[in-house]
């Protein structure tokens, strides 16, 4: 981890924050810390540091401009490269499919699939030379379904094909590409609705009987971002209380 460079994406809230602060905790050698407002990033970056990281890096980057990214990862080459790119940034919208417009269609998919494909492309040329581990962050819905949620599911299915494609392009390069694929964890975002009726009825369906807490994320995490799994490329984990195996 030492020597590790790595970037985390959507690092200024939720997931990425935690998994930022976990790469702090765990002594990550350069911390490029992303999202589109550097001045949300601010509280994960005193986190980081006081978690012990030295060298932890603002980006101002929006994952969905593609030449603004060509120069965001130029800046990351000429500082050295990249070991470890966490795909996090992403965003979900609810609506039944017949009231999902084309530009609310195109917003998800811009930022969850095409915007973890060019970071990936990105990463991958920094990488070609020397190896890496890319980690998209997908969800259990890019492999089952919700209502409500058409294009986010879409998106991560999408993340999860992508991820076999890239990981056995890039094997040659020693690039591994792997995907996490949380279930329903709770943050502040969700915490009002999991309170409701529908959101304990949603618990109900999950065989462990309780959401995830961001830190159940964190061993299976560390198994795809810190270069010990030297043979593991192209799997998609499934961290979720068995949800995604909940019988039909
Ligand atoms: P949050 O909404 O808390 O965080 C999203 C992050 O992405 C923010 O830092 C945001 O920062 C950043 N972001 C959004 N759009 C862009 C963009 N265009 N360019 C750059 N950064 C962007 O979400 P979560 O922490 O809940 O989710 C993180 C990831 O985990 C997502 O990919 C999500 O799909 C996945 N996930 C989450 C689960 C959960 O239960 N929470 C379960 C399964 C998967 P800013 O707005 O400043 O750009």
Redesign the pocket.
């Known amino acids: 981890m030492k020597r590790r460079r790595a970037l985390v ?8 924050a935690h998994f930022a602060g976990l790469l702090a905790r765990e002594g990550i050698g350069t911390l490029w810390l ?4 550097e001045a ?1 990033l601010e509280a994960t970056l005193r986190r980081c540091r006081e978690a012990g990281a030295g060298d932890v890096r603002p980006l101002a ?4 401009d593609a030449a603004g990214l060509a120069a965001s990862f130029a800046r990351i080459g000429e500082a050295g490269g990249l070991d470890l790119l966490v795909n ?5 919208e609810t609506a039944p499919a017949l009231e999902v417009d084309p530009a609310g269609f195109d917003r998800v998919l811009d ?2 699939l095409r ?1 973890a494909w060019l970071c990936a492309t990105e990463a991958a040329r920094l990488m070609r030379g020397s190896g890496g581990d890319i980690v998209n ?4 819905l890019g492999l089952r379904v919700a209502g409500g949620v058409a294009p986010y599911a879409i998106s ?1 299915a999408g993340l999860v094909q992508m991820t076999r494609a890239l990981a056995v392009e890039w094997a040659r390069h020693g690039i591994r590409v792997n995907a996490l694929a ?4 709770e ?1 502040e ?2 915490r009002d609705f999991f309170a409701t009726e529908a959101g304990a009825a949603l618990v109900r369906r999950i065989p462990m009987r309780r959401l ?1 807490r961001p830190e159940d994320l964190d061993a299976p995490f560390l198994l795809l971002a810190s270069g010990a799994s030297t043979w593991l490329t192209a799997a998609v984990l499934t961290v979720d209380g068995g949800h995604h195996a909940s019988p039909l």
């Open positions: 994406t959507g690092a200024s809230s939720g997931l990425g992303a999202a589109r407002s949300r980057l929006d994952v969905t996090n940034a992403g965003i979900a930022t969850n915007g962050i997908a969800s259990i991560k949380p279930g329903y964890v943050t975002l969700n995830g």
